[in-house]
């Protein structure tokens, strides 16, 4: 056995700052304790800060008879882990997206491992974002479809693929996120259901940080730009601004039927817990009532990134996600330990995860972050990283 050729991979890890290790940190709320340290929370995707919201925990306690509930399904969902809090969620996730069905899994990585490689064969195309998540690639490596990619956000780009190639296969997906993960720059979901009506093509949408986020009821940037009945899967996760776990798809009904029988990561997992699937039910639907809250995010980015443009950093998007570009990986771990030193929590984000010499701190904002804290972040970085 011999291990040198990993011993010298972790050494151009570590040459090329990018090694990573796992930290030991506590939360309270908006707060991080790392390595003796308080800091404000700046690299969580708690959104809306829901998960340490102690009213709504105690309101689901109160509605909720938890030890009843049971804490471990024991099974997959085909064999006896289907329990009844899976039928209410889903019941309830095609109600509000107006869908024929919905399908909940255990992750955003499991949804999009698994979706497009049981709907796709070798006669399909996909066409996807160029940055598009990682979980999405790695679903479309799984599958048999031919894969091409479009310039990000580049619908002339995408136009002009599927007007060379659209007659060569049966089936062609579309696939995009909406919020985009890194950038934090939106899709034009408008346009993108234009294309594929031309195209007679199915639209994939990722919504995992829109969902809670964006839209009115916090249905995702569907709901906000007027879609919602255009696209034909809408994937959304639970595990950022819905302060929970799991994912889902909301489609029509031929399809959720498809994927319960050929979906490898959906049937081949232990399926949720009962209480985790309640907890998820209950804030969808209080999902509503934290409109104030959506506005306050947004005011909040909009403000970080006037702040981060008049200090003459780069920054990218339109969302609750705000990158501050640093260039060189190295620069980026800088900045991040200069922002920890004074309270900070904003972690960096480097090659390969982003392209080179794009590394950068991305911001992550919470909803539940007093104004009086955010104030300290705009005055540090206006007059504290010179």
């Given amino acids: 056995m011999n291990k040198e050729r990993y011993i010298k991979k972790l050494e151009t890890i570590k040459a090329t700052g990018n090694y990573r290790t796992l930290r030991e940190i506590e939360q309270n709320g908006f707060l991080i304790h790392a390595q003796g340290r308080e800091m404000l929370n700046l690299s969580s995707n708690d959104y809306l800060g829901l998960s340490t919201n102690p009213q709504l925990a105690e309101s689901f306690r109160s509605e909720t008879d938890i030890m009843a509930l049971g804490y471990s399904a024991a099974s997959s969902r085909l064999l006896s882990g289907n329990h009844q809090y899976y039928k209410m969620l889903e019941d309830d996730l095609a109600d509000w997206y107006d869908k024929e069905g919905a399908l909940v899994f255990n992750s955003g990585y499991h949804a999009n491992i698994g979706i497009l490689p049981a709907l796709t064969g070798k006669r399909d195309l996909v066409v996807a974002d160029k940055l598009v998540h990682a979980s999405i690639i790695d679903g479309l490596r799984l599958s048999d479809a031919q894969m091409l990619r479009y310039r990000h956000l580049d619908y002339e780009h995408l136009r002009s693929i599927l007007t060379q190639h659209r007659e060569e296969y049966e089936q062609v997906f579309i696939v995009t996120e909406s919020v985009f993960s890194m950038d934090g720059d939106v899709a034009d979901l408008q346009q993108l259901c234009e294309l594929k009506k031309e195209f007679d093509a199915f639209l994939y949408v990722d919504e995992a940080h829109a969902i809670g986020v964006r839209g009115t009821n916090g249905l995702g940037c569907c709901e ?29 009904e031929i399809f959720r039927e498809y994927l319960v029988n050929t979906q490898r990561s959906l049937i081949f997992t232990t399926a949720l817990p009962p209480v985790n699937v309640a907890w998820t039910r209950f804030i969808l639907n209080k999902m509503p009532d934290f409109y104030d809250l959506r506005i306050k995010l947004a005011r909040v980015s909009e403000r970080l990134r006037e702040v981060l443009t008049d200090k ?34 904003a972690l960096p984000v480097r090659y390969p995860t982003v392209p080179k010499n794009e590394a950068r701190i991305r911001f992550s904002l919470n909803a539940s972050i007093p104004l009086e804290d955010y104030e300290c972040l705009f005055d540090f970085l206006l007059n504290g990283m010179e």
């Fill in 224 to 252: 906000e730009q007027a879609c919602t009945e255009d696209i034909d899967f809408i994937v959304g996760t639970f595990g950022k601004a819905f302060a929970s776990m799991g994912a889902f798809v909301v489609c029509e």
């Fill in 312 to 345: 003459g950093f780069e920054t990218r998007g339109s969302s609750h996600i705000v990158p501050m570009v640093c260039g060189a990986n190295e620069n980026s771990v800088e900045v991040a330990d200069l922002l920890q030193d004074n309270g900070f929590f």
